[in-house]
T-cell receptor, first 117, second 111 residues
Framework: GAVVSQHPSWVICKSGTSVKIECRSLDFQATTMFWYRQFPKQSLMLMATSNEGSKATYEQGVEKDKFLINHASLTLSTLTVTSAHPEDSSFYIC?????????????FGPGTRLLVL | GQSLEQPSEVTAVEGAIVQINCTYQTSGFYGLSWYQQHDGGAPTFLSYNALDGLEETGRFSSFLSRSDSYGYLLLQELQMKDSASYFCAVRDQAAGNKLTFGGGTRVLVKP
């Protein structure tokens, strides 16, 4: 299957700092990538859809000025959590689609655990 | 919008068979996917059904009935390593390529 990487895997930061998370599709080009957040024992919640070369589409309730998304190339999308606070502590996971039309499958990166102190 | 319902937890013994049901409501159904997630890990893709019927991949099988808005994941010959959370997810044509996930079913395999 397709490989998606994320970096870093773990982040611990102080409240008020900004954190950048990278998501890369290693062996395929992804015009669309997705960013999810998952709290313990809960399901994945889609935060935004990242489109190469255009603005991201944010889900309702997600602050676009707080969670900055950049999709500068067909293999890289970044999520920046600005002025992070303890409530932003979560598991952030990206995914990228492989294939076209109805057969597209999303492959997930290994995730990034963010802990804001 | 889209919504999916699946049981929250299932417990079974090694060697048993477990069926995880998933019912969904969506405006423009495109396909039903299943993902496995171990504690501390990211979801891994298991299967995708776009058409009615059963898809078999080793010990795991997935079924879809579009007319009933229903699908299931069948885990056979359960092994301890199958203890994980299993999520169904739908792709909705009206929502582009976005996946909407169910709440997840936690499967606990006991010796």
């Amino acid at each position: 299957g397709a490989v998606v990487s994320q970096h870093p895997s773990w982040v611990i930061c102080k409240s008020g700092t900004s954190v950048k998370i990278e998501c890369r599709s290693l062996d395929f080009q992804a015009t669309t990538m997705f960013w999810y957040r998952q709290f313990p024992k809960q399901s994945l919640m889609l935060m935004a859809t990242s489109n190469e070369g255009s603005k991201a589409t944010y889900e309702q309730g997600v602050e676009k000025d707080k969670f900055l998304i950049n999709h500068a190339s067909l293999t890289l999308s970044t999520l920046t959590v600005t002025s992070a606070h303890p409530e932003d502590s979560s598991f952030y996971i990206c995914s990228a689609g492989s294939g076209t039309g109805g057969g597209e499958t999303q492959y997930f990166g290994p995730g990034t655990r963010l802990l804001v102190l | 919008g889209q919504s999916l319902e699946q049981p929250s937890e299932v417990t079974a013994v090694e060697g048993a068979i477990v069926q995880i049901n998933c019912t969904y409501q969506t405006s423009g159904f495109y396909g039903l996917s299943w993902y496995q997630q171990h504690d501390g890990g990211a979801p891994t893709f298991l299967s995708y059904n776009a058409l009615d019927g059963l898809e078999e991949t080793g010990r795991f099988s997935s079924f879809l009935s579009r007319s009933d808005s229903y699908g299931y994941l069948l885990l056979q010959e359960l092994q301890m390593k199958d203890s994980a959370s299993y999520f169904c997810a739908v792709r909705d044509q009206a929502a582009g390529n976005k996946l909407t996930f169910g709440g997840g079913t936690r499967v606990l395999v006991k010796p």
